[in-house]
């Protein structure tokens, strides 16, 4: 295990032998930046700020990996992730933007959606779920949309996750071939993978006609995710005007003696195997 260790470690912090400069160590990078995640968690809790972050891009782009990191520690009460399956039947009868509404912050809550109303000028377009009419009326109301979250006091940020043509094809057929990753792999990825200049046609105007002032769209390089997740994290982190609020540590008193008429319960309880002791011998 120690080998392995010391292996991540030279991993991830390389030496550029031509300029004799030693790059940025990841692992302690990231957990520096969830620290102050952490920190900003407590700021939106106290003001009552209200924040939604939205990730689309190319798929196996490592959105979710982003997510993951952002989100691993601190509070799902705080930091709500959205990720909404394909709208019902009766979804399908209202209005596009209905089924978000609900999922908006209230005070103190940072929501991150995975995937997002640019469902419609991406995939929807693409694969045909919705008209070329609908699609492009959408990239004319998206905007005025924004705009109305932005008036509200709501903080919008926009990443969009980019990938190469090759690296989105050797982490698709790493896919396949490894058993953790292949639930990773749908037919819309299948799709995706085949109509790779459909979807970038659809991000250019997507991006092109829904990049403004109050929401811009800020692309994030992911061929390398390490660097991606440093690099988004570290903006989510600066475009909020976030303060560092002070810990007021509990005083833990002292535990309650064990009461002298308490008497050991021996009836009989069932204990997970402990297969690590088996395995040990």
């Not at 995640?37 to 809790?45: E, F, I």
């Not at 932005?150 to 396949?176: A, C, H, M, P």
């Amino acid at each position: 295990m120690e080998e392995v260790m010391n292996k991540r470690q030279d991993d991830d912090t390389e030496v550029d032998e031509k300029k004799g400069k030693k790059s940025w160590n990841y692992d302690k990078e990231i957990v520096k930046l969830q620290v102050e995640l952490a920190h900003l968690q407590s700021w939106v809790k106290k003001s009552g700020a209200r924040v939604v972050i939205i990730f689309e891009g190319r798929d196996a782009a490592g959105k979710g990996g982003m997510i993951k990191r952002i989100t691993e520690r601190v509070s799902p009460r705080v930091f709500r992730v959205v990720a909404l399956p394909a709208p019902t039947d009766r979804e399908k009868t209202q209005m596009y933007m209905q089924r978000y509404f609900a999922h908006m912050p209230a005070a103190g809550e940072i929501v991150i959606f995975d995937r997002s109303w640019y469902n419609r000028p991406g995939v929807d377009r693409v694969m045909g779920f919705c008209s070329e009419k609908k699609a492009r009326r959408f990239l004319e109301l998206a905007p005025g949309f924004e705009a109305s979250i932005v008036e509200s006091g709501i903080t919008l940020l926009k990443y969009f996750l980019t990938v190469g043509e090759k690296e989105q094809d050797r982490r698709f057929r790493r896919r396949i071939e490894d058993p953790l990753r292949q639930w990773k792999l749908s037919p819309m990825d299948v799709e995706s993978y085949q109509r790779w200049w459909d979807y970038t046609v659809a991000y250019d105007e997507m991006i092109r006609a829904t990049d403004r002032q109050h929401a811009p769209w800020w692309i994030v390089p992911s061929d390398d995710k390490k660097r991606a997740r440093i690099n988004c994290i570290s903006h989510i982190l600066k475009s909020i005007l976030y303060e560092t609020m002070k810990f007021n540590a509990p005083d833990l008193g002292k535990r309650q003696k064990r009461p002298a008429d308490y008497v050991e319960d021996k009836s009989i309880r069932h204990f997970v195997p402990d297969v690590v002791a088996e395995q040990m011998q």
